[in-house]
């Protein structure tokens, strides 16, 4: 099934997820808004696309939640927000939308990948991943030294972590490690490496991309992600960009992407043909400057969506 065409301008789904259960510190959850205030909108209808609303599903606040394991905080809660999120994203999906998801914290893949690997597992074939973050997002319940859900998304999809959200979708895990990358890591707590190292994902570190090149990294894990599969889901944690460029995000960590090293992503991604849905996440208002990360997040969505310099 095409992704992204520049010429085609398949229609859109947009969906918010407002969440910040995930993360340790309060803020993400107002990302999605922020993302709208800075021109969202505008810069969809710019583009030419036609976009259907599927709406926001918000989680509720840890104010009113018990905490529960602390392992795996509010999991219970993450549970049914991603269950609520995988239902509305499959309800566009049946109309032939590309998803386009603004989030909250990085726990939020867990209902919006799976929804998009569901739907295509039964029309088409497997899904692809790239995974654009400072962290590689693949701890567990037994190995995370904080217990937020935000540092586990990646392992859950594929296959590791609590049952319920393995298990969530059709398949016992959303996607096969194969067709999976991590663009940008570099701060990775020392019980994930051995997952990491397990998993059979593909991680480019910084050091790597330093000494290669974005450009040569970025293709490889295009190849990776559409090697037998329907094309590739991209999901892209805003702290994977250097904090003096995007300070506004829930976890900073110095040395990450530079600006045109995020836009050579997602131009890449949009030049390749085989994007079917795009995320963005992490964007955390209360820590950032003028709403200049969330302007941010609006020029990437524009690049990943076809927008070009010429």
């Not at 609303?53 to 509010?74: D, H, K, M, Q």
């Not at 929804?115 to 973050?133: K, M, N, Q």
């Not at 049952?163 to 020392?190: C, I, K, T």
């Not at 460029?245 to 992407?257: D, K, M, Q, R």
Request: charge should be negative; glycine fraction near 12%; include cysteine.
């Amino acid at each position: 099934m095409p992704g992204v065409d520049r010429d085609e301008k398949r229609p859109l789904a947009l969906l918010s997820v407002s969440m910040d259960l995930g993360s340790g510190r309060r803020g993400v959850d107002m990302g999605p808004s922020a993302i709208r205030i800075a021109g969202l909108d505008e810069a969809l209808e710019r583009l030419g696309y036609s976009v259907e609303e599927l709406g926001t599903v918000t989680a509720s606040g840890p104010e009113t939640l018990a905490e529960g394991e602390t392992r795996a905080r509010y999991l219970s809660e993450i549970r049914d927000t991603s269950v609520r999120s995988r239902e509305l994203l499959l309800e566009g999906l049946s109309e032939d939308r590309t998803p386009v998801i603004l989030g909250g914290d990085h726990a939020i893949s867990i209902g919006t990948v799976t929804a998009v690997a569901d739907h295509h597992r039964t029309r088409g074939g497997p899904l692809g991943v790239i995974w654009v973050d400072a962290h590689t997002d693949m701890n567990t319940p037994e190995t995370s030294p904080s217990g937020n859900v935000h540092g586990m998304p990646l392992s859950i999809l594929t296959g590791r972590g609590p049952e319920d959200l393995v298990r969530l979708g059709d398949g016992e895990r959303a996607v096969d490690p194969r067709h999976v990358s991590v663009l940008g890591a570099r701060e990775v707590d020392e019980e994930e490496k051995r997952i990491v190292a397990e998993s059979g994902v593909r991680v480019f570190t910084m050091s790597e991309i330093d000494e290669r090149g974005m450009a040569h990294c970025v293709e490889e894990a295009i190849a990776r992600a559409t090697d037998g599969t329907v094309g590739f889901h991209l999901s892209f944690d805003l702290d994977s960009i250097d904090p003096m460029v995007a300070p506004g995000v829930g976890t900073p960590v110095a040395g990450g992407l530079t600006y045109r090293e995020a836009h050579l992503v997602c131009e890449k991604a949009a030049g390749s043909g085989r994007l079917v849905s795009l995320e963005v996440v992490e964007l955390n208002p209360v820590l950032d400057s003028g709403n200049r990360t969330a302007q941010l997040a609006v020029v990437l969505i524009e690049s990943a969506l076809g927008k070009t310099i010429l």
